[in-house]
């Protein structure tokens, strides 16, 4: 047999084997997968929590970018992040795309490239049930509006004048302080009316569309080539009416979408709109509420695991920084004893939400990028250090001076004199305050939702946003911090009872 043709059996022996056990072969390797982000928090239709199975993700810009991906070629991936910090997490190349419901303006286009759009809609106004007094935006003037913040209708309601905005960062909780008396109105994208406020009989939608607006998929300006893939993908799903198929399932297909894909024909049914309304409305007793909760349990344990890392290592290095930078306070001479006080000033004086959009968005336009988890790590390190120094700080100062001058009579120097003599007295001192402040720290945790991190307050947003419970979840994720801190609490309080024995009295 020549090389040539051993080569060759060598190949079709690697490739049956292969496809028998389902490995990659040379030259065959996956795509990577079309990396889409989206906020889950957001709510129906868009990308949400699946009613049914909270443990999946869906929506029509789900199904949207599931079809998207497989026109390309390739599997879609979707990644997590807080709605304002998409643009920006786009831009720091965190994944290929942003989708959700993201309006196509003048400003937003000097940062990103848009698609052509795949949805065009309208805002739609809602009102209680029971009010005849507003029928149009002119109906507005003197009343209290609700709508999403940095939404196109937030900006209607701006430009209007006379009207007082409420922006919320939710569109459920919107709805409910229009229920709930709150708000006068509410003026919100026709899905989430849809989905939100037609369907509660307490409400009504009302007078005639307003404005116009569309959504694009948002690609980095630096990926010319993606945009166009994109964009000859949406051109083909629009063509084949695949496009008009996932709108009518969700129920959101709407004159100006007839308008602007010239089709007049009737809709269809409306499946998964159906599907979502009759899971939200069926009555449950006890036992299927209790277990549906029991059913929330992976989730929250899932961000109680990434708030409990996140919580561990930031307080460790905040706890070892804190020292130095005491000890340079009060050790360090003229230079340094000013640079820790600018530094604990500096860092005290500034919002921690400041902080981690400046290390985890800003970092990387000088160069320094990095990933979610120590970027969130290192900003919560960074911000209990200033705290944890002040701690240390007075700790140190309440240990007798006559005790360095004994330590220095025995002949040690002053650093032998602080870490074995001073420190050890100081932190039976600061342990208290500093199981406080890993208290605060577990619950400050929950910021760095803004940095793409699903710690557990956010999985309660995502349950709660879906469920329009904000009590039952409230209380469980309340528990779980609880259950999460006690422990530490009661670790702190044997440790200091230890170094408390054998303590001398001191009259």
Do not use: C
Request: hydrophobic share 45%.
């Amino acid at each position: 047999m020549s090389r040539r043709q051993a080569t060759t059996a060598w190949g079709a022996i690697a490739a049956a084997l292969g496809a028998l056990l389902g490995a990659p072969i040379a030259g065959s390797a996956e795509p990577a997968p079309l990396r889409w982000a989206g906020d889950s928090e957001g709510g129906a239709p868009y990308v949400f929590r699946d009613p049914r199975n909270p443990g999946r993700t869906i929506g029509f810009e789900v199904d949207l970018m599931n079809a998207v991906a497989k026109k390309l070629g390739r599997r879609a991936k979707f990644v997590q992040n807080q709605w304002d910090g998409l643009v920006p997490g786009l831009k720091r190349a965190d994944y290929d795309v942003a989708v959700n419901g993201i309006e196509i303006t003048e400003d937003r286009g000097r940062e990103v490239a848009f698609s052509i759009p795949y949805f065009h809609t309208f805002e739609q106004i809602t009102v209680r049930a029971e009010n005849q007094s507003i029928r149009s935006l002119g109906d507005g003037g003197g009343k209290v509006a609700g709508t999403l913040k940095y939404s196109l209708a937030e900006r209607i309601l701006e430009e209007r004048g006379g009207i007082e905005v409420r922006g919320y960062d939710s569109q459920t909780t919107i709805y409910e302080d229009l229920v709930n008396g709150r708000l006068d109105f509410v003026l919100l994208d026709h899905p989430v009316a849809v989905y939100y406020g037609e369907p509660d009989p307490r409400l009504k939608s009302v007078g005639r569309p307003v404005g116009e607006l569309s959504y694009g998929i948002a690609v980095r300006k630096e990926d010319p080539a993606l945009l166009a893939q994109i964009n000859q993908a949406l051109a083909e799903l629009k063509r084949e009416g695949i496009l008009r198929d996932i709108y009518d399932r969700w129920g959101i297909w709407n004159p100006v979408m007839a308008e602007a894909f010239r089709d007049t024909s009737p809709s269809r049914p409306a499946r998964e709109l159906e599907s979502y309304l009759e899971a939200m409305g069926q009555k449950r007793g006890w036992k299927e509420r209790a277990a549906q909760y029991f059913s929330y349990l992976p989730l929250l344990a899932q961000g109680a695991v990434t708030t409990i890392e996140l919580s561990f290592l930031g307080m460790i290095f905040a706890v070892a920084l804190g020292l130095v930078i005491a000890l340079l306070r009060l050790y360090g001479g003229p230079v340094l004893s000013a640079g820790a006080t600018i530094y604990v000033e500096l860092i005290r004086g500034t919002p921690l939400l400041i902080q981690l959009f400046f290390i985890f968005y800003g970092l990387p336009n000088v160069g320094i990028k990095l990933s979610p988890f120590l970027a969130a790590v290192i900003g919560l390190a960074l911000n209990y250090s200033a705290y944890e120094a002040e701690v240390y700080r007075s700790g140190l100062q309440s240990v007798p001076r006559g005790q360095m001058d004994a330590a220095y009579s025995l002949g040690m120097t002053r650093l032998q004199a602080l870490w074995h003599v001073v420190i050890p007295q100081a932190t039976r001192v600061v342990l208290p305050p500093m199981t406080n402040d890993f208290i605060s720290l577990l619950k400050d945790s929950s910021l760095v939702s803004v940095i793409t991190m699903v710690e557990l307050t956010k999985v309660y947003g995502q349950l709660a946003s879906t469920y329009y419970d904000y009590f039952g979840i409230g209380l469980l994720t309340a528990g779980a911090y609880f259950v999460i801190g006690l422990p530490f609490v009661r670790l702190s309080r044997w440790v200091e009872k230890k170094s408390s024995k054998g303590r001398a009295t001191v009259v």
